[in-house]
């Protein structure tokens, strides 16, 4: 296993306890934020025994799931409760190598006396395996674990301190923008930025370390940039994928555009590292971790009265990403449509599984638009309704110069036939799918006046116009 | 046959109809007492649509309802009907129907060149809502033009 693969693995488990927790963490963000902004003393009371106590122990139990169930979340959460009390400092690194190590503990004791419980007996000793190592792990916890934990955590934060003391934090750009196509940044994000983060709001009440990964800038400038410079299905996808971006906050979206051209890489660093700077300098911070990285939810995470400030921050590092990335996209030509597929694929392999929106980028680019010249209508008959569908396409080909589309109309049990693009109706398309396997299908509720017909056009017109050029 | 030769014979305006089916029928029984459809040319419309779901309500408000020439189709005809209150088809946005053109087909290209200048008729958004709401025979045939 490459050291890539391992560090992502390790992210993944590392996120996979974050991640279904962050519910409870914005909740707890909103509670403080509001709390703290409007001096009332019932909000505040929620503010530190959440913290120190909730937050962790939902840690150590989504940790100790993760490695051996229910059972492993039980136990990971009680000797979690040991670190907590044997330490002074928020205890979610404790949390992150508690929860799991114990679960895993458990585990091994159960492999150890499978088979030589007594029958009827299972549960009494199920029951009390956890009770007993449970306890006896919480006080190795509270002894020798929760001192040595705080330790660590207080390196980590004397060196975030360093950093923010003498403003290095863009410098963390050179390490964050890069992770990030190459899906490392789930190591950083969960394992430093969010626990670092949470212990500055024990102290400051806000935090910019939670900014650092969740900018949207620096990719929707590599976006915005494909968006006027790129060709073909780049420049086509660009648009989409900066709405998933920025509203949705999948990030993940712009990787196979960094992937096609990595030079891209010292644009997004450079944009990162601005952005940075302006968030440092304006001194602003969120309340809470913002995830998915979207403009929506920083906006909602951000201190009261930083909003403007970060989007000045965010719009920063965009305007810098998008102005160095221009000279580099157009050096590459625009990026064509079969690199951006083959970058797509690539994103696939270092995410080590298939990205969920990797089918944006196939379903753009799998069809080779500029080959199509026979476009079937099919519908059941094979006289009517496809015969008029039919007409109607050809003459909006006709219109748009395509004169050697020919458009013909069939019935679907004449299908398969010789043709690259099949039109039906939705409620035919799967009685169309199944007979027809090698053609693009396309299916339409209005025969008439169907959007699809001017999109099919404008994806040959571009298909073939990115050919010539 | 083309557009031209559809007289006020093969136009009804504004007609009930108290389902799909009732509509279909009601569409059809011209072309059945002009012996250019058999009977059983309707059922086979309307079993089409109980297999198929209504997928010849091409647009909006309009159907074409046909069936396979095989299912007694006797001579390449159409007829244009519109219903007042529209019908429902159970086809989603393009419900309800407000005409129904049906036609009879012989085989699945004789009647193409007829299509093609129904289309273009029917690709003009104001010229289907107006043909949708004729008031007579001869004002439907005009605008068909």
Known sequence: MSVRVKIQKFGSKLSSMVIPNLGAFIAWGLLTAVGIAIDNDMLRSFITPMLNYLLPLLIAFAGGKMVYDYRGGVIGTVATIGVIIGSSVTMFIGAMILGPLSAWILKQFDKAIDGKVPMGFELLVNNYSVGILGAILSVIGCVWLGPAISSLTNVFAAGVNVLVQNNLLPLTAILIEPAKPLFLNNAIGQGILTPMGTLQLDELGKSVLFLLESNPGPGLGILLAYMFFGKGSSKTSAWGASVIHLFGGIHEIYFPFVLMNPILILPLIVGGACGTLVFTMLNVGLVGVASPGSIISIMLMSSPGDQFKIILGIAAACVVTFVLAIPLIKRAGGGDDASLKEAAKTMNELKGKKSRISSVFESIEDFDFSKVTRIAYACDAGIGSSAMGATVLQKKCKAAGLDDIKVFHIAIENLPTDCQVVVTQELLLDRVKDVQKDAYCIAVTDFINAPQYDELIEKIKQARSAKQA | ?145
């Open chain 2, 1 to 145: 046959m083309l557009l031209e030769t559809i007289t006020t014979n093969d136009v009804q305006i504004g007609l009930h109809a108290s389902d799909w089916e009732d509509a279909i029928r009601q569409a059809a029984a011209p072309l059945t007492a002009s012996g250019a459809i058999q009977p059983s040319y309707i059922e086979g419309m309307i079993d089409s649509v109980h297999q198929n779901g209504p997928y010849f309500v091409l647009a909006k408000g309009l159907a074409l309802a046909h069936a396979r020439p095989e299912c007694g189709a006797v001579r390449l005809a159409l007829n244009f009907t519109t219903f007042d209150p529209p019908v429902s088809f159970g086809a989603g946005a393009n419900d309800p129907v407000r005409l129904i053109i049906t036609l009879a087909a012989t085989d699945p290209n004789s009647h193409i060149d007829l299509l093609g200048e129904l289309a273009e008729v029917l690709m003009d958004d104001s010229r289907m809502q107006q043909l949708f709401s004729a008031a007579s025979p001869e004002e439907f045939c005009a605008l068909l033009g």
